[in-house]
């Protein structure tokens, strides 16, 4: 397993992620993906799996130090009153005494500024309940903001990202200041595994589809990428990406696959002002 260095901390290059399991799912999944050899797990209040996560990690026999552990705040707890209460639950939930990584989920600021939200993040973990902080589905221009609000750095936005939406610009806002983006929705929602240019590279490598576009997220510099499946014989085939690598010509290939229309998550009142593509 590879690891990003982005602003003194060091993640896992590829990541578990937990969106949209229900707890019964984790409970099953989670315990053999430690197994295969996973070494990052994300989670978030809004997914209502932390509790899961926390179980399944306790009963593992990894130490605390050995997994790589990141929680978000939902919107609903961005208001002082409410900011630490909430992470402080959340590590209840996950049975440890702080996060690896601490994320603000969503750049929505109605409960709270900016400002605020990011003096919260830095507390937090100025407290001891989150080693590292970052931010969630920001665009270049709210990274910049963030950024010169925050003493702690900011060391991951996580955002969508896989072949069919170009980053660009938030690559290089977080490249700039030598963070990173970590990237969910790698399948683009079951497209990636179908697509034809993906399997041709593919079965040069003896690989899947699914396969070369994670090796194409995790070798593109400062990217740490997200896989997830409810299904036990996918694992081995999510993690086996790191005995290969993509020619400068396969991946100038797939990055060309991005499209006007490729962003697939943008919920109304949550998703800000996007990077054009």
């Given amino acids: 397993m590879d690891d990003v260095l982005t602003r003194g901390a060091r993640i896992p290059a590829l990541g578990f992620g937990t969106f949209r399991m229900s707890g019964a799912e984790v409970l099953e999944i989670l315990p053999q993906a430690l ?9 978030a209040q809004a997914y209502r799996n932390e509790a899961e996560v926390g179980e399944v990690l306790a009963a593992s026999s990894l130490a605390r130090g050995e997994v790589f552990l990141t929680t978000k705040v939902w919107v609903e707890n961005f208001a002082k009153d409410r900011f630490r209460a909430s992470v402080e639950e959340s590590l209840k939930r996950l049975r440890t005494d702080h996060v690896d990584l601490l994320l603000l989920h969503w750049p929505r600021f109605a409960e709270a500024s900016l ?9 937090v973990r100025a407290a001891g309940l989150a080693r590292d902080v970052g931010i969630s589905n920001y665009s270049s221009e709210l990274m910049r903001r963030a950024d010169a609000l925050s003493a702690a750095p900011l060391v991951s936005n996580q955002v969508e990202y896989h072949p069919y939406l170009a980053q660009r610009a938030v690559l290089e806002q977080a490249r700039a200041g030598g963070g990173s983006i970590t990237a969910y929705y790698a399948m683009a929602d079951g497209l990636v595994p179908r697509d034809p240019e993906l399997q041709e590279i593919g079965a040069k490598y003896g ?34 990406v790191f005995d290969f690598s993509l ?23 949550l998703a800000p002002a996007w990077d054009a593509p």
């Fill in 115 to 123: 400002e605020q939200q990011i003096e919260s993040l830095n507390e």
């Fill in 35 to 43: 197994k295969t050899g996973f070494r990052h797990v994300d989670t």
């Fill in 207 to 240: 690989k899947t589809a699914a396969q070369v576009a994670l090796r194409w997220l995790v070798q593109q510099p400062q990217v740490v990428a997200l896989t997830k499946t409810a299904r036990a014989e996918r694992l081995a085939e999510n993690f086996a």
């Fill in 247 to 269: 020619t400068d010509l396969e991946i100038a290939r797939i990055h060309a696959l991005a499209r006007t229309g490729g962003r697939l998550i943008s919920p109304p009142g």
